[in-house]
Every structure is written in structure tokens, then in C-alpha cells.
């Protein structure tokens, strides 16, 4: 199931905490083949409007062999004059992020995960901690959500994905060196509490599906990367939402209440004549309720980076608009 490892992608702070060691950003580190995807990036302007927005979708978690990253990511960091993330620069290696997250995601008193998950589920997480050469006494304290996060974070370290390589992160260490300004579209407390809201049946769910994906993981994040590497939205929106019309409510908490509250700070930048480069959870460009669709209804032209890279491409006759 995809729809539960998709919410997870949305916290792209979580594995900042969890991994177990920081890789460095892969930059440098990486030979630029000769053919490059374009990526899923797209291009947003609006009539009578000199803003544009580079509208592009990451996966905040990565491998050091996908890199390096499509041409259309370069191309919109060097016409950007600043970049806006899902959260600020930084916020996630606050030490008050660390004391919030815990504050958040542990039982105060004495209950314990494995009373409130019941004998079933806590039988399937001791039997992850086995195959993984784990122990799960610290789990005790946990509540559901916060476990799943760890559980799915093990996972990616297995895959060889950290966050340290994830898309977000590598443009804000590029942006930092470079002296270009961010910002971000959330605040950490605003994404901490979407876990720590959910009622206990949902972040049971969670757990739940986050241990039965822990099975798939490695064949579905393939193919999630492949169409993401691609910029195919159709094939990315079906693999992240396949799973969502069984629980339509988190879907609007995790995804759609998010890409409705964008909105206007997206279209003040167009207003406003800013060029700016837009980096959010490739989970919410696609759909009826994605920022792609959201920003036609507003009347802005949305157009895929590849249509761009032809025009000003050297061997192209055209011209940049």
C-alpha cells in the first residue's frame, strides 16, 4: 500500500531525526551522464502577471544513485531568486523540534504501545524486530504514529535512502552556500501535529500498514522514483493515492487541506513578479485536489520544464519566452 508510505513523506524532518548517521549531499559526489530526464518539475505564470513559479515535485527521501537530479531542477534553481519549502531551512535540527517530537509522539503516563495496539499488532511488530535484528522494547513508549515513522525509517536505511539525500535537503545545503534566500510554507508544529491529532483508530491503521508495507517496500519505491525521475503526475498521483479512497479523511488532513492553505502565498508570488522555486512532496501535484489543478482553477498556465529546456535548448531553434 502506498497511500500510508505517501504520509510519511509528507514529515521530511522525521528522518532527519531518525536516520542513524547523516550522509553528505551528493552534489559533488556524482557523474552527469549524458541523457538526463527532465524530472517532475513544471512551469507557472498567469496573464498579465510577471511572477513565475517552478513548481517542483521531490521525494524526500533518497539514494545516492539517483543522483545526479533531472535537468529541469538545475534549470529552476538558476532562475529562481529564492526557494520555498514545505518547512523552513533548518527547522528540523532544532534542538526544540527533537524535545517537541518526543513531547508528542510518547505516552506520558503508563500506558504502553502494546496495550493499545492489542496482542495482534504487537505480535507483528516484535516479528518485524526479529527479521531486522531489532529490538523493539523502546517501542513500548511510542505512540502508534511516531513507531510507524521509526519502523518506515528503518526501512529506507535498508534501501539505502536517508533524508540527507532527499531532494529538499539537497537544495537547501546548495541554497545555504549559495547565499539564496528560502522559506518555508509550514512550521514544524504545524506537521508534528498532524500525526499527534490523529485519533487512536487511524494511527493504528497506520502502524498496521506501514508493517504490512515493510514487505514491498523496496519493488514500490522503485517505482515510485522511476515516475517521479519521469515527471509521469498520472502514474505518480495513482501510486501515492491508490489506497486513498478507503480513508478519504486522512487524505484531506495530510494532502488536500494542505494544497487549499498554499494557494494563496503561491499566487502572491506571482503577483508580486517573484521567481521562485516551489519544493513539495511529489504526493501533492497531481489529482483533482493537487496544486497543479488547484492553480489552473486560479488561471494560471501550468506547463511541464520540458517545454522550457526545448526552447532553450543549444541545439533548438526557438527562443525563450
Known sequence: MIFSLALRFTLVLSFSLLSACRQPSPASTTE?????????????????????????????????TDYPLADGYDHAYQNAQRLLFELPPGASESPEFSRRLMELGRYSGTTTLQDEVGPQVWAQIETWGQT????????????????????????????????????????????????????????VELQLQ?????????????????????????????????????????????LINREAEKHPELMDIFINKRNRAWIPPLMDFLKNGERVMVLVGAGHLGGPEGLVALLKKQGCRVRHIEEELLLTSPNSAGTKR
Not at 541523457?35 to 517532475?40: D, F
Not at 525509517?153 to 535537503?169: T, Y
Not at 552556500?177 to 522559506?183: A, C, F, L, S, T
Open 194 to 238: 498532524l500525526f499527534s491529532k490523529l485519533d487512536r483508530n487511524h494511527q493504528i491503521l497506520m502502524l498496521e500498514q506501514t508493517l504490512e508495507e515493510a514487505r514491498t517496500m523496496a519493488e514500490e519505491y522503485d517505482h515510485l522514483v522511476t515516475a517521479w525521475k519521469k515527471g509521469d503526475l498520472e502514474v505518480l498521483h495513482n
Open 132 to 187: 531486522r535484528n531489532k529490538s523493539t522494547a523502546s517501542f513500548q513508549a511510542l505512540r502508534p504514529w511516531l513507531a510507524s515513522l521509526i519502523i518506515t525509517s528503518e526501512e529506507f536505511q535498508l534501501l539505502g535512502a536517508s533524508n540527507a539525500m532527499g531532494v529538499d535537503q539537497h537544495y537547501e545545503q546548495r541554497a545555504a552556500k549559495d547565499g539564496k534566500p528560502g522559506q518555508g510554507l509550514e512550521t
Open 32 to 64: 552527469k551522464p549524458k541523457v538526463r530526464l527532465s524530472g517532475s518539475v513544471w512551469i507557472v505564470d498567469r496573464e498579465g502577471q510577471a511572477g513565475q513559479l517552478y513548481l517542483c515535485g521531490t521525494i524526500h527521501v533518497l539514494r545516492q
